[in-house]
Nanobody, 120 residues
Framework: QVSLVESGGGLVQSGGSLGLSCVVSGITFSLYRVGWYRQPPGKQREMVALLTGTSNPTYADSVKGRFTISRDNAKKTVYLQMNNLKPEDTAVYYC??????????????WGQGAQVAVSS
């Protein structure tokens, strides 16, 4: 059974920092692209950061230079370090994993979500 469990959300003031973690089980973690998405209040879910392998991440323009995605394949964990947070970063953040090998069925796995709230 596949499981993605996020932790680390919370409330922070504008300009502050938070870190999110997502522990993954039930898949061969190193073969998956991992990522973070978020859903602001009243809006659609959007991509925040993606990472296939351990290098060359992709970031949404709105978070470039402030957020950093990383992974530890031995711990089957993906991280999101968020610095210089802004009120518009307020959202529920979701961890995602999708197979990254050629020919794989593109099945998305999702975590339950972690709330991040940034006060002005």
């Amino acid at each position: 059974q596949v499981s993605l469990v996020e932790s680390g959300g919370g409330l922070v003031q504008s300009g502050g920092s938070l870190g999110l973690s997502c522990v993954v089980s039930g898949i061969t973690f190193s073969l998956y692209r991992v990522g973070w998405y978020r859903q602001p209040p009243g809006k659609q879910r959007e991509m925040v950061a993606l990472l296939t392998g351990t290098s060359n991440p992709t970031y949404a323009d709105s978070v470039k230079g402030r957020f950093t995605i990383s992974r530890d394949n031995a711990k089957k964990t993906v991280y999101l370090q968020m610095n210089n947070l802004k009120p518009e970063d307020t959202a529920v953040y979701y961890c995602n994993a999708i197979p990254a090998w050629s020919g794989a069925v593109p099945h998305n796995y999702w975590g339950q979500g972690a709330q991040v709230a940034v006060s002005s």
